[in-house]
């Protein structure tokens, strides 16, 4: 089955609610967004997450090098410091989903930590090749420059009553 080519897959700005310099009404705005996008998509793409493009651009280039198994004191500062970035990252979308769903900020990193209830997404620039099933049909998901992809894992479907949904995706090469 050929999968549609889609650019409707969600795009939620975390800047918008990281930024002390936002307004409530544009927080709650995009809180909703982010709602709605976990809701029927159980992912979304994120822009503004506070990750430099360069340090995206480096991770891409340390994966070509990935079978390189010689571990220097650059890559090894690079993989700290991507860590820390994405564990960031991954932390601050856990507290706002919990705040979507009028639970207290920490209930998804007290019951899981950040481990596990949801993945971070760089793809890769040039290779589509992730698709989501979604309302009976595959559908592409679009490169997009700089944009991380946020998908929920199946627990937090169950811890979330199914509120949100952890999407059925796959990979496909040429």
């Not at 169950?158 to 952890?166: A, E, F, T, W």
């Amino acid at each position: 089955m050929d999968a549609s080519i889609s650019s409707s897959v969600p795009i939620i700005d975390l800047h918008l609610l990281y930024s002390p310099n936002s307004s409530t009404q544009q927080k709650q705005d995009e809180i909703e967004k982010l709602k709605s996008a976990l809701t029927s998509w159980g992912l979304f793409q994120a822009i503004g997450h506070e990750i430099p493009s360069s340090l995206l651009d480096d991770s891409h280039e340390m994966v070509k090098g990935i079978f390189d198994l010689s571990m220097g004191e650059n890559k090894k500062k690079f993989l700290n410091e991507y860590s820390l970035k994405c564990n960031f990252v991954a932390e601050f979308v856990l507290k706002v989903m919990a705040e979507s769903l009028g639970l207290e900020e920490d209930y998804f990193l007290k019951q899981m930590g950040e481990r596990g209830a949801i993945t971070l997404v760089l793809q890769d620039k040039e290779v589509e090749g992730l698709q989501v099933f979604k309302d009976g049909k595959w559908i592409k998901v679009p490169i997009l420059p700089n944009l991380i992809l946020i998908n929920v894992a199946d627990q937090v479907e169950i811890m979330s009553n199914g509120v949100y949904k952890s999407p059925v995706h796959r990979v496909i090469t040429n």
